[in-house]
């Protein structure tokens, strides 16, 4: 921090008190020697005399704000019955004012707060600035050693002209945007980026949406329509939850990747494209293929490159600095000015489990801004099984009926997993689809095709 005050024992007090809170302390008696100091050094709080020998402070304020936005400045004015000046000192962008005679206490409070408002902006403009260029969709960001490893997987994968990716990993994690970032690092960054998701489309419609259809191909096609694949040539293709593919259309799949060739419904000309596949599963590929559920031969052409997404609770160093972007996010969205997480607020995002990964985090971020009055968010602001206080959903629960001697969730696979997760929403929410669904995070339709795959009643 710099103070800029022209009593010298007032200035050297202050720095003093300020230096032995542990804080880096400037100080100058001039507005010339505070601009020559805010040149040289990294300065992050500028506490700020009103009435200076050689410039007045609101001059400074204006330096300081075309120097550097981000610069927090507090005004420190001698005149306590005249608002004017500090009124005009907040005009010229100060953060803050206080009034002569001030008490040490009242300074302490005021900067501290300021300290950490700008500690907050300065990481929020770093992870901004380690994104941009990088990865622009900041549900990606993660300076764990895994998600590192995962980008620079990326950018490996995107100098391949066309070679097929499969992105694995749990919902909410981001896949979709893993594979926008592969597009976007890639020379075809110009071209159609399309993503469909497969468990979302009614199966008779699934082949159409994917290849398109002729004129008068089938009762309802009343003119030629174009497929994903035609409308993704020389770009990306994305097809998120592959699983739920039907096996009669698989081979088509298998045939576009292998020709680059296929042909509408109704079609009797092949057409040719270039197209990159990335497709994404929640689902062990190599466990349907075992159960006959999916093609080998369609695995084994999907998989030349697989990249794991890791989910959230295994990448704990992301949780806060994830939550840091959504509160700023949801500050600009809902015109708030939330400082933070309170430290007990902070606690429960570290220990929760997060079922729905990167997604949940935003949604409970999003939430929880909407109801917070205060500077910083509080475990009141959280949802109830965040906080441990009743959970209403159990992470992985047993299916209803399930007795004491059965496995523990070490012993399951993912899929028996995440068929005991769904049972366990319905039951919560006595069967209600459309509640389960907002639960989860997943479409009604996405809700039905699971339930249809485990054979849960509905």
Same mark, same amino acid.
């Given at each position: 921090m710099l103070i800029v005050e022209d009593n010298a024992d007032l200035c050297q007090t202050l720095g003093e008190i300020f230096r032995k809170a542990g804080h880096k302390v400037h100080t100058a008696l001039s507005g010339a020697e505070a601009l020559r100091i805010l040149k040289a050094e990294l300065i992050d709080l500028v506490l700020l005399d009103l009435r200076l020998p050689d410039m007045s402070g609101i001059k400074v304020v204006e330096f300081v704000k075309e120097f550097d936005p981000d610069i927090l400045v507090i005004m420190i004015t001698a005149v306590a019955n005249d608002p004017r000046p500090a009124v005009e000192a907040m005009k010229a962008g100060a953060y803050d004012y206080l009034t002569k005679p001030f008490e040490l206490d009242e300074v302490k409070m005021v900067v501290a707060k300021?300290?950490?408002?700008?500690?907050?902006?300065?990481?929020?403009? &770093?992870?901004?600035?380690?994104q941009h260029g990088k990865?622009?969709? !900041? !549900?990606?960001?993660?300076?764990? &050693?895994?998600?590192?490893?995962?980008?620079?997987?990326?950018?490996?994968?995107?100098?391949?002209?066309?070679?097929?990716?499969?992105?694995?990993?749990?919902?909410?994690?981001?896949?979709?945007?893993? *594979?926008?970032s592969i597009h976007k690092w890639s020379a075809r960054a110009d071209k159609p980026f399309i993503p469909?998701?497969?468990?979302?489309?009614?199966?008779? #419609?699934?082949?159409?949406?994917?290849?398109?259809?002729?004129?008068? *191909?089938?009762?309802? *096609?009343?003119?030629?329509?174009?497929?994903?694949?035609?409308?993704?040539?020389?770009?990306?293709?994305?097809?998120? !939850?592959?699983?739920?593919?039907? #096996?009669?259309?698989?081979?088509?799949?298998l045939r576009v990747l292998e020709t680059q060739t296929f042909r509408r419904i109704g079609g009797t000309v092949d057409i040719q494209i270039d197209v990159r596949v990335i497709a994404a599963t929640n689902r062990d590929l190599q466990v349907m293929v075992n159960e006959g559920t999916f093609r080998e031969d369609l695995y084994y052409r999907l998989k030349v490159?697989?990249?794991?997404?890791?989910? #959230?609770?295994?990448?704990?160093?992301?949780?806060?600095?994830?939550? *840091?972007?959504?509160?700023?996010?949801?500050?600009?969205?809902?015109?708030?000015?939330?400082?933070?997480?309170?430290?007990?607020?902070?606690?429960?995002?570290?220990?929760?489990?997060?079922?729905?990964?990167?997604?949940?985090?935003?949604?409970?971020?999003?939430?929880?801004?909407? #109801?917070?009055?205060e500077d910083y968010l509080r475990p009141e602001h959280l949802p109830l099984e965040l906080r441990g206080e009743k959970s209403a959903v159990p992470v992985f629960a047993p299916a209803a009926g399930a007795n004491n001697g059965a496995p523990s969730t070490a012993n399951l696979s993912l899929d028996e997993m995440e068929k005991r997760h769904i049972q366990a929403v319905l039951l919560q929410y006595n069967n209600n689809k459309s509640q389960t669904?907002?639960?989860?995070?997943?479409?009604?339709?996405?809700?039905?095709?699971?339930?249809?795959?485990?054979?849960?009643a509905g």
């Amino acid at each position: 921090m710099l103070i800029v005050e022209d009593n010298a024992d007032l200035c050297q007090t202050l720095g003093e008190i300020f230096r032995k809170a542990g804080h880096k302390v400037h100080t100058a008696l001039s507005g010339a020697e505070a601009l020559r100091i805010l040149k040289a050094e990294l300065i992050d709080l500028v506490l700020l005399d009103l009435r200076l020998p050689d410039m007045s402070g609101i001059k400074v304020v204006e330096f300081v704000k075309e120097f550097d936005p981000d610069i927090l400045v507090i005004m420190i004015t001698a005149v306590a019955n005249d608002p004017r000046p500090a009124v005009e000192a907040m005009k010229a962008g100060a953060y803050d004012y206080l009034t002569k005679p001030f008490e040490l206490d009242e300074v302490k409070m005021v900067v501290a707060k300021a300290l950490e408002t700008a500690s907050l902006k300065r990481e929020l403009s &770093r992870l901004k600035q380690q994104q941009h260029g990088k990865f622009p969709d !900041e !549900e990606l960001f993660g300076n764990s &050693r895994v998600m590192e490893e995962v980008k620079k997987f990326i950018k490996i994968v995107a100098d391949t002209p066309r070679t097929s990716v499969l992105i694995q990993g749990e919902s909410g994690t981001g896949k979709e945007l893993v *594979a926008n970032s592969i597009h976007k690092w890639s020379a075809r960054a110009d071209k159609p980026f399309i993503p469909i998701n497969c468990s979302a489309i009614p199966e008779n #419609l699934l082949e159409s949406e994917l290849f398109g259809h002729e004129k008068g *191909a089938f009762t309802d *096609a009343k003119s030629l329509k174009k497929g994903m694949f035609e409308l993704a040539n020389n770009g990306t293709l994305f097809l998120d !939850e592959m699983a739920s593919l039907r #096996l009669a259309l698989q081979p088509k799949i298998l045939r576009v990747l292998e020709t680059q060739t296929f042909r509408r419904i109704g079609g009797t000309v092949d057409i040719q494209i270039d197209v990159r596949v990335i497709a994404a599963t929640n689902r062990d590929l190599q466990v349907m293929v075992n159960e006959g559920t999916f093609r080998e031969d369609l695995y084994y052409r999907l998989k030349v490159m697989v990249i794991g997404l890791p989910p #959230l609770r295994d990448r704990v160093d992301d949780i806060l600095p994830l939550a *840091a972007l959504f509160i700023e996010k949801n500050n600009k969205e809902f015109n708030k000015t939330i400082v933070g997480l309170n430290e007990e607020t902070k606690n429960f995002l570290l220990q929760y489990r997060w079922p729905g990964n990167v997604r949940e985090l935003k949604n409970v971020i999003e939430r929880a801004v909407i #109801l917070c009055r205060e500077d910083y968010l509080r475990p009141e602001h959280l949802p109830l099984e965040l906080r441990g206080e009743k959970s209403a959903v159990p992470v992985f629960a047993p299916a209803a009926g399930a007795n004491n001697g059965a496995p523990s969730t070490a012993n399951l696979s993912l899929d028996e997993m995440e068929k005991r997760h769904i049972q366990a929403v319905l039951l919560q929410y006595n069967n209600n689809k459309s509640q389960t669904a907002r639960v989860l995070n997943i479409s009604r339709s996405t809700l039905r095709e699971k339930m249809k795959l485990y054979g849960i009643a509905g």
